[in-house]
């Protein structure tokens, strides 16, 4: 199997997930979810559980991208509709991560531009995420690409003796490129806050 980390290679490539990357898909959650730093979840969901969430998402014709190395899923990013109520259909939740080796090459802007391309069509005009604000890499990428900082959920986690906060970001969706804003006062606003264990 080729396991050449590098993204710009032509053994890398971003598809629609379908249900036969679930098995894989499963495993490269896992592997992101043990390292206890950047997703909420510490441990693997189970192949059902991974299996039924792309079964899903496809039903619902939502954007959800893994890139493959050959079989191998290294990394996914997906929007998925989280709020049953009349009146949220247009909100959509994104989710992403990659493998260790394949960080900071371009593959993640590659899977976030791949997903938020499919947004409009699925229905959404606004995104949202999570993301811990320790989590430089990620608070970089998704400015970049025009979230912006909705507020901080202060001192949200507490884990291995580190306590984070975590940012909730979102961007508009709309057919003309996005507005990019600087949040830099929010996020030095929100480390002023401590909780004492
Ligand atoms: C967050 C993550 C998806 C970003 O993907 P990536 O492939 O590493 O990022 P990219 O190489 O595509 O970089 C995207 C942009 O962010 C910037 N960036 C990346 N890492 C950075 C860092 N540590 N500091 C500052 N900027 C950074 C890049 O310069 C790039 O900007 P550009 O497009 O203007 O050049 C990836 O690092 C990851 O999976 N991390 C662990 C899991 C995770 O954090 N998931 C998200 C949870 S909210």
């Known amino acids: 199997m080729n396991t050449d980390p590098n993204p710009l290679s032509p053994s890398i ?3 629609p997930t379908d249900p036969g990357h679930a098995v894989s898909l499963c495993e490269a959650v896992g592997e992101v979810a043990r390292e206890r730093r950047w997703l909420a979840a510490v441990e693997a969901f189970t192949e059902g ?6 079964q899903l998402n496809r039903a619902a014709g939502v954007p959800q991208f893994v890139a493959l190395c050959g079989p191998k899923v290294v990394g996914w990013c ?3 509709r989280l709020y049953p109520y009349p009146g949220y259909e247009h909100n959509g939740r994104l989710g992403m991560g990659l493998l260790a080796p394949w960080r900071g090459q371009g593959l993640g802007r590659g899977l976030l531009d791949q997903a938020l391309s499919g947004a409009l069509a699925a229905g959404f005009r606004r995104v949202e995420l999570e993301v811990y604000a320790s989590n430089t890499a ?4 998704y400015q970049r690409c025009g979230f912006v900082v909705e507020g901080v959920k202060r001192a949200m ?3 291995d003796g580190r306590v984070d ?5 979102a961007r508009a969706i709309t057919d003309g490129p996005p507005e990019v804003l600087s949040n830099t006062v929010v996020l030095r606003e929100s480390s002023a806050w401590k909780v004492t264990l």
Request: negative net charge; hydrophobic residues 70%; proline residues 0%.
């Open 13 to 15: 490539s971003i598809v």
């Open 78 to 80: 997906d929007i998925v």
């Open 49 to 54: 559980e991974t299996q039924l969430f792309v």
């Open 165 to 169: 906060d975590v940012v909730l970001m």
């Open 157 to 159: 986690r507490v884990l």
């Open 138 to 141: 990620a608070l970089a990428l």
